[in-house]
């Protein structure tokens, strides 16, 4: 109440915000007659000053906000004949602030984005800017890009399909515009490479997301993940299928499609365990294949297909996305799910993968210095922005006034009356040339109706993830007389709907809803698709009974309300009371997928506090000019650890104890190379073991020789990668089963942050001493021109023994991956292989060197063993199917190496 009085009398905290842009507003367009006298060769030196001004720190980017608007405004008149509106200012001025500007559709928020970018682009750091899909990122790029190049700044666009150097080159531009899968992915790619030249993300300054809902709320459920096939069979996948198809509903099963979970009853867990021969399901020995009897239960009776997914023409289960209704080739479902449902589908299983690289994007666009957002639909997620990304949502008044008509629910019994009403309807508003726009939740529902309208000869167009190739042009049209377009969510966002020539006067474009999407967002996101810049138009939502929101989340005051109210067969019931209850439902589900999302972040959290570690080594790793300084802090560390037994003790260290240290002091630093007189029956003092480590690392500096530091850099790197691979697994595997520690009353979430972290100290050891065995067992020798068959132009391939011990991760990526990701496979597959610039292998013609890793036990009386090699080739660790360094674009094997 004290909050509704403030508000009534010094108005709303959006009203005052909005009030305070005033002046500035005001300073806009006082300098339009300025702006206006300048000639088109002027604008671009006029940007320039106020670019120079801002870069030697003489003004701030707010400082020339209006100057820099103003000129904006007029190049934009110019180039494109368009006039920022004074609301659009507004716009931008809350963009600049770092908030989310909520505009209806039709505003024009492409155009309004124009002017926190110009602004933004003058500091040098790059400005992004994010758009749900390509086909958006391409057409703003170009379209807002004549605008920028008029003004003198550079566009890149980053798109599926690209390679490294045209990644990096559109990083470089002043604007960058792409896809948020692009950006993420991106990020996650730099983060396996192994020089500094490769990577093509420049830093994070500053973002503006479009549809920031979709990307920010819609799609913060699904990590960014890189991942690589494992070695498991998928047979199990098919067997678990087979299982599932000789179980009874409600007798061995039972699904709660709320939660979209099943659960299998004492007589399936029998019926289970006779099929599979096994004693105990439950059994620690037999977990796996508890697991994917409920995924595969769960595949056939909570995910349908042309709902949750498609079955493409190659083969392929493809996922849909619940939201937009787009499909999304290349992600896959976690946890053996995506298996599930192929085998459900009797196509072909592809193998589960392991996490090599992920992020939410809750934490990635989290990185930016400063991160805004623009949509038509924000304030009821606004908490959620707030609480998440320190988001504030201000809604931004229209043009023209809103003067859509939004009548209430029509409410039926059943979905066949409901479905019967709709087709009515569509075809008295086609008789009467009223464009309608169909919503649908499903590609199921599309294609029926669609089936529907053809027996009645009413003709339509149809939008789904089955035919979005032209779903731009397809929603461009739907303003036009006598248009009837059925569309799922997807509906278009980002195109104008223009209505055709008297559309108008027949009440402007319909919106007929055929069914209450989970989040009231979704539903105003296809509302708002009429009624832009004031103009007429019209909205009504048709439910039944069986809609799956009435039918699950549906409280009993709704059904109590019908009953009260009565239903005839046929008869709809239009009630602002059961409207109001159906709202009620969907913020109650709302609210459930927040706590979700929320989870997921709190998680994540933990994850992002090590990524953010070991990434930031990793960069330093690349980028420091000599890293040998990082090296010795390791081995410092490690000599503390391995002593601590030693000087935790006053008196003489007995055999046992000798054993012990000298036996890890030979394993982690090889350190009898050194000290031939070392015995395993005294202990050398740490000083005097630290520097047999630094004449081992003279003598490596001596046989490497300019190559000394690409050789510290690498192993350094090959130990953090290998090492922060397996620490995503078994981070995986303690967040499959930390759940369970709540029945023990204690609370997952800090449960599995206390053990993350003992984990990841444990891991950072690992890097530690695996780098240092590894460099400290490694010996060099030159291979003179001509000394290795087959060797060319004096540069001989190094020779080997056996294949590089190293891993090299595959990166198909086939879990959450973006539909780009599998044109680029091949090139992935050996992501980090350490590929040698073609400007460094010029640079170097030295002979090739040969790399070992090699134990001497038979220093300490052991018996020799094989030395362990590794290709070498200008001073860069190759495996056979690595690409060759010489620029060939062949494998090694096939190439430099084809005769080893």
């Not at 819609?218 to 690589?228: F, K, M």
């Not at 007589?267 to 595969?296: R, T, W």
């Not at 449902?341 to 992920?358: C, D, G």
């Not at 002091?665 to 350190?671: D, Y």
Request: glycine share 8%.
């Amino acid at each position: 109440m004290i909050k509704f009085l403030i508000g009534k009398i010094f108005g709303t905290r959006n009203e005052r915000y909005l009030r305070s842009l005033r002046p500035k507003l005001k300073k806009c367009n006082a300098l339009e007659p300025q702006m206006q006298a300048l000639s088109d060769e002027e604008i671009p030196v006029k940007l320039a000053e106020y670019r120079d001004a801002v870069q030697s720190g003489a003004r701030t980017l707010d400082d020339v906000l209006p100057e820099v608007f103003a000129l904006v405004r007029e190049a934009s008149r110019r180039v494109m004949g368009m006039r920022h509106y004074d609301v659009q200012l507004v716009g931008g001025m809350v963009l600049h602030a770092g908030k989310i500007a909520e505009m209806k559709t039709g505003e024009g928020k492409t155009l309004v984005a124009t002017l926190p970018v110009v602004l933004n682009a003058l500091s040098g750091k790059g400005v992004h800017v994010v758009t749900v899909n390509d086909y958006l990122a391409r057409r703003d790029a170009e379209w807002m890009g004549r605008l920028y190049n008029f003004l003198g700044l550079s566009v890149g666009v980053i798109v599926q399909g690209l390679s490294d150097e045209e990644r990096k080159a559109a990083y470089a531009c002043d604007i960058t515009y792409g896809t948020n899968n692009e950006f993420g992915f991106d990020y996650l790619r730099d983060n396996m490479k192994f020089y500094a030249e490769q990577l093509v993300q420049r830093g994070h300054n500053y973002a503006i997301v479009d549809e920031v809902d979709s990307i920010l709320i819609d799609e913060a459920r699904t990590p960014l993940i890189i991942s690589g096939a494992s070695d498991e069979s998928t047979e199990l996948y098919q067997a678990m299928d087979a299982v599932v198809r000789h179980l009874a509903a409600q007798e061995d099963y039972t699904i709660d499609e709320k939660a979209k979970t099943a659960m299998l009853t004492d007589a399936g867990v029998a019926k289970c365990e006779k099929m599979l021969g096994i004693e105990n399901l439950f059994d620690p020995a037999s977990i796996s294949y508890q697991h994917h009897i409920l995924q595969s239960l769960k595949a056939h009776h909570c995910f349908k297909r042309d709902v949750d997914y498609i079955v493409s023409d190659e083969g392929k289960v493809v996922i849909v996305d619940e939201f937009t209704g787009r499909l999304m080739p290349g992600r896959r479902f976690s946890d053996g799910l995506h298996q599930a449902l192929e085998a459900k589908e009797q196509v072909k299983v592809e193998a589960e993968n392991q996490t090599l690289a992920s992020i939410t994007f809750q934490n990635y666009f989290r990185m930016y210095d400063k991160l805004a957002g623009m949509t038509g639909t924000a304030q009821t997620e606004a908490v959620e922005f707030d609480q998440i990304y320190g988001l504030e949502t201000i809604t931004i008044p229209t043009n023209k006034p809103m003067i859509r008509k939004d009548m209430p629910d029509l409410i039926f019994r059943t979905q066949r009356e409901k479905y019967q009403a709709i087709i009515e309807s569509i075809k008295e508003l086609y008789k009467s040339g009223q464009p309608v726009l169909v919503g649908t939740i499903s590609i199921e529902t599309s294609e029926l109706l669609s089936s529907m309208l053809k027996k009645e000869g009413v003709p339509h167009s149809v939008l789904n993830a089955k035919h979005h190739a032209e779903e731009a042009a397809i929603v461009a049209q739907a303003g036009q007389k006598g248009h009837v377009t059925i569309a799922t969510n997807m509906a278009g966002r980002g195109t104008d709907i223009v209505l055709g020539e008297g559309v108008k006067e027949l009440g402007g474009l319909h919106i007929l809803g055929t069914e209450r999407h989970e989040s009231r967002r979704i539903d105003n996101q296809l509302r708002g698709r009429s009624g832009r810049q004031g103009d007429p138009g019209s909205s009504r939502f048709y439910l039944s009974l069986e809609d799956n929101l009435m039918r699950i989340f549906g409280s009993e005051r709704i059904s109590g309300l019908m009953e009260k109210l009565g239903m005839k067969e046929g008869e709809p019931i239009e009630n602002r009371m059961v409207s109001k209850a159906i709202e009620n439902a969907q913020k109650r589900v709302e609210g459930h997928n927040f706590e979700i999302r929320k989870t997921l972040l709190d998680y994540d959290n933990v994850m992002n506090q090590q990524r953010e570690v070991i990434y930031s080594l990793r960069r330093d790793l690349m980028q420091l000019p000599d890293v040998e300084g990082v090296l010795f802090e390791f081995v410092d560390e490690l000599l503390d650890n391995i002593y601590q037994p030693v000087e935790a003790i006053k008196e003489a260290p007995d055999a046992e104890m000798c054993a012990e240290v000298n036996g890890r002091l030979l394993e982690v630093f090889n350190i009898a190379r050194a000290m031939p007189e070392m015995t395993m029956s005294a202990i050398p003092g740490k000083e005097q073991a630290r520097e047999a480590v630094v004449r081992i690392f003279q003598e490596l500096r001596e046989e490497a020789g300019p190559v000394y530091g690409d050789i510290l850099r690498y192993f350094l790197l090959e130990a953090l990668d290998r090492c922060w691979k397996d620490h995503l697994r078994a981070m995986d595997y303690l967040r499959e089963g930390i759940g369970l520690r709540g029945y023990a009353q204690r609370d997952p979430k800090r449960e599995y942050q206390s053990e993350g972290l003992a984990m990841f100290k444990e891991m950072l050891f690992r890097i530690h001493e695996g780098a240092l065995t590894s460099l400290t067992h490694v010996r060099m020798r030159r291979v003179e021109p001509g000394e290795v068959e087959g060797a060319e132009g004096g540069e001989a391939a190094a020779e080997s023994a056996q294949e590089p011990t190293a891993e090299q991760p595959v990166s198909s990526e086939a879990e959450q991956q973006n539909p780009q990701e599998s044109d680029r496979k091949e090139e992935e597959q050996e992501q980090t292989a350490p590929e040698a610039p073609a400007q460094e292998a010029e640079a170097r013609p030295e002979p090739a060197l040969n790399l070992r890793h090699k134990t001497d036990p038979a220093a300490m009386g052991g018996p020799a063993q094989e030395p362990e090699e590794h290709h070498l080739y200008n001073g860069v660790k190759v495996g056979r199917n690595d690409p060759c360094p010489c620029g060939s674009g062949k494998k090694f094997k096939k190439c430099c190496g084809r005769n080893l």
